[in-house]
């Protein structure tokens, strides 16, 4: 892969600082987007090379994703120095960023129904479970005019609700009873890590709120395919993202 203008230049100066930050969603960027979520495996090579990142001096290496963490670990196969962030950012391996108190609990069932219901009265729709709510899939509505129908529904029913927070992406309307960013999660990593410099890679509008924050000089915010968006570069889909971590992993070794 050619890299794009400015990205090389921008990769070549992020590799020379002392210590860096190298996060990734995973749907869409570590991982091919897929008909069947769970089946949804990283690109071959690209989690080995997020590993061998996170094995250099200076150097951590994390997944940021909307999945839950459990789900995340199994599906990527990431191994243990690779930072994982479930839930849009809210779940961490110590555990979820706020408490899950019983009212909480009871308004994520009322979430999974409402979504329950709303799927059921479209073909191909799916409701995906997740610790802090749900995600409505209609990716597969057997009628694609019907996908953003049932979006709209799930939008004035249990996205309406009191104290829900809803969170658009491409074919998936997430709920949670929680509120969190992928955004804010960078910014713990950050603090945590004392990371001079972060680079991202986002294929979703969810990935617009990581991209925000990323206004340092050396900071590299990277678009996976296509869309408007506020990062600083493009690549067109996973196999692009994949060159972007071994090219950075050359750098950096080097």
Do not use: C
């Not at 100066?13 to 949804?40: C, E, K, Q």
């Not at 250099?56 to 999945?67: I, Q």
């Not at 479970?129 to 709209?152: F, T």
């Not at 001079?196 to 915010?221: H, I, M, N, P, R």
């Amino acid at each position: 892969m050619t890299l794009p203008d400015g990205l090389a230049a921008a990769l070549a100066r992020f590799a020379r600082l002392g210590t860096v930050l190298v996060a990734s969603d995973y749907d869409g960027v570590a991982a091919p987007i897929v008909a069947d979520p769970a089946a949804a495996f990283p690109l071959p090579g690209t989690v080995a090379a997020l590993e061998a990142l996170a094995g250099l001096p200076g150097t951590t290496a994390a997944l940021v994703s909307g999945r839950d963490r459990a789900t995340l670990g199994r599906l990527s196969g990431a191994g243990d120095g690779v930072v994982t962030v479930g839930s849009h950012g809210a779940e961490w391996a110590e555990g979820f960023e706020g408490a899950l108190t019983a009212d909480l609990r009871e308004l994520r069932s009322t979430v999974l129904a409402g979504l329950t219901a709303v799927a059921e009265r479209f073909p191909g729709a799916a409701v995906e479970p997740k610790p802090l709510g749900a995600a409505l899939h209609v990716r597969n509505v057997v009628d694609p005019s019907a996908g953003p129908v049932a979006l709209e529904e799930a939008r004035r029913g249990p996205a309406a609700l009191p104290g829900v927070h809803a969170t658009d992406g491409k074919a998936v309307l997430e709920l949670t009873v929680l509120d969190a960013s992928k955004g804010r999660a960078l910014q713990t990593l950050r603090e945590r890590t004392g990371a001079a410099a972060v680079l991202y890679l986002g294929d979703d509008v969810t990935d617009e709120k990581a991209f925000a924050v990323l206004t340092g000089t050396e900071d590299v915010s990277i678009k996976v395919g296509d869309g408007a968006t506020a990062a600083r570069f493009r690549v067109d889909g996973p196999a692009d993202a994949r060159a972007v971590f071994e090219e950075l992993l050359a750098l950096r070794r080097g």
